[in-house]
């Protein structure tokens, strides 16, 4: 089991950056895919980002086409922690993030991303971390 937590978001311009940071508080994300999620107001949950568990090799990550050039997902298993740096913020990018754990496919050791990214797929999530994007 494992428990996760949110933080970095914000208000920010359109153009401007932000990095949110998904920490296990409980247990330990290193074993588990991560997933980013964000829901806008009226709105489904929608898939953004996840990268793999590092063991035994490299993770590797996967973004939707419409963040994927300015989303960067990457992990710091010493910290326990998964980031996702956001640049080139726009107005549509406006909601609620949420960090979760998978669990649900694995391949030589590791736990993969299951592409697309569902909601069903991950099994722990976060509280959320609200990011508004506005002049």
């Known amino acids: 089991q494992v428990q996760l937590v949110e933080s970095g978001g914000g208000l920010v311009q359109p153009g401007g950056s932000l990095r949110l940071s998904c920490e296990s508080s409980?247990?330990?994300?290193?074993?588990?895919?991560i997933g980013w999620f964000r829901q806008a107001p009226g709105k489904e949950r929608e898939g953004v980002s996840c990268i793999s568990s590092s063991d035994p090799g490299d993770p590797d990550s996967y973004s939707i086409p419409s963040v994927k050039d300015r989303f960067t997902i990457s992990r710091d298993n010493a910290k326990k922690t998964v980031y996702l740096q956001m640049n080139s913020l726009k107005p549509e990018d406006t909601g609620v993030y949420y960090c979760a754990a998978s669990r649900a496919s694995s391949f030589l050791g590791s736990y993969r991303c299951l592409i697309p990214i569902r909601s069903s797929d991950y099994d722990y999530w976060g509280q959320g971390t609200q990011v508004t994007v506005s002049p």
């Open positions: 409980v247990g330990s994300s290193n074993n588990y895919a």
